[in-house]
């Protein structure tokens, strides 16, 4: 009953120095920015879909979305000194409109597409020069049949908009699959070649309304079906590599109004970078900042999004690795193993209170160390035990 009452009930005043970020989204990205925010003196509010929602439920004062995007986020900006996201899933031709009546959206919408629009955003960093994989946009038979004929199979199909950790992704080895794939896509299908694909990077990085950009070192990220399951820092790369790596987030995130953290993802195929996908808010791969950097990247977006002075980037130890933890397939909660996880030397937990599912993402744990594979044996061993898969 008391949160119902905080829901309904105004917002307490606050003093004029003290700035509130209103957040869209209210999932666990939402919920360790509101950790960042206590820490800086700054209000947060989200808008969540229930008050079970992960950052409702660690004490984050909610909105509740109700039936309408368009009504939930007006009555989240009321007050608000900006409107951020910690996801990508308001269409792009609402925040063009709530924008056009004066909201407060940070990035601006413009911007946040090259997240939401994966056609868009392949367009646009092409025609810029950007090394984007060869593509095309099927809406039809024979354009899938002409961009295989030159490509060859299987090809990688992605879905347009929307879709993360894997989803709106296939694998397609025939005609007959691509073709079904598109029956069931009413936006076509974004084609590419399957890459001969060495390593996968992210590079984080964080621009300031008020001119700065940094760029964290760059990590390594390790999929499993799809979905992100461990961060290596610094990513085991040469260190031109690395530089290149970081040049290009700081040259593809350079588009207007794009502030906050952004995150850049990168394939390496034959030794060069390819850009995958940015994600204009903080992101799976910046976990591992809470511990590992100088300055995590919830407090950089939070510096970001305000026009405040960016924080140091630097690693606090030679290695950080951050593994997530994902709900194992009985359904049993990490948190009936959490003790034993606590008991890992140097080991950092962070369980999000969602309810348990197979699959879904519940927590990560993060660990620093001298040297890289023997951090990251730490880590998997602990995230292991929480997902109940170690003795």
């Not at 896509?185 to 990085?205: C, F, Q, T, Y």
């Not at 300031?208 to 610094?234: F, H, K, N, W």
């Not at 994902?326 to 140097?346: I, N």
């Amino acid at each position: 009953m008391a949160i119902a009452a905080s829901i309904d009930s105004p917002a307490e005043p606050r003093p004029a120095a003290v700035p509130r970020v209103a957040m869209v989204g209210g999932g666990q990205l939402a919920r360790m920015t509101h950790r960042a925010a206590i820490d800086l003196g700054i209000e947060l509010t989200v808008l969540a879909d229930s008050s079970q929602d992960a950052a409702v439920r660690a004490g984050a004062q909610p909105v509740l979305a109700g039936d309408s995007w368009a009504e939930g986020i007006r009555r989240l900006a009321d007050g608000a000194d900006v409107v951020t996201f910690d996801h990508e899933n308001v269409p792009p031709e609402l925040l063009d409109e709530l924008a056009a009546e004066g909201l407060p959206l940070v990035p601006a919408p413009a911007a946040k597409r090259l997240a939401q629009d994966k056609l868009f955003a392949r367009r646009q960093l092409a025609e810029l020069g950007f090394p984007v994989p060869p593509f095309a946009h099927a809406t039809t038979g024979d354009e899938i049949s002409r961009f295989a004929s030159e490509h060859g199979w299987p090809l990688v199909a992605k879905a347009p908009r929307g879709g993360y950790d894997g989803r709106g992704v296939s694998i397609v080895g025939s005609p007959e699959e691509a073709h079904a794939l598109l029956a069931e896509s009413p936006d076509g299908l974004l084609l590419e070649p399957k890459l001969p694909i060495e390593r996968e990077l992210a590079v984080v990085v964080a621009r300031s309304a008020g001119g700065e950009a940094v760029a964290y070192p760059v990590a390594e990220t390790v999929q499993v079906d799809a979905m992100c399951r461990e961060i290596l820092v610094p990513a085991p790369i040469d260190d031109d590599l690395a530089d290149e790596a970081r040049e290009l987030a700081l040259a593809v995130t350079d588009t207007p109004g794009a502030f906050g953290v952004i995150a850049l993802e990168l394939f390496v195929v034959e030794g060069r970078l390819v850009v995958n996908e940015l994600a204009l808010r903080p992101h799976n791969s910046g976990h591992f900042t809470i511990e590992g950097a100088e300055t995590s990247q919830f407090e950089q977006h939070l510096r970001g999004v305000l026009g405040w002075p960016l924080g140091d980037v630097t690693l606090t130890a030679p290695a950080v690795v951050m593994v997530n933890v994902v709900g194992p397939q009985d359904g049993s909660d990490p948190r009936e193993r959490l003790p034993r996880a606590l008991a890992v030397p140097g080991v950092h937990v962070h369980l999000y209170d969602k309810s348990p599912a197979p699959g879904r993402k519940l927590g990560h744990v993060t660990v620093r160390g001298e040297e890289l594979e023997a951090t990251a044996e730490v880590a998997r061993r602990a995230a292991a035990i929480l997902e109940g898969g170690a003795p």
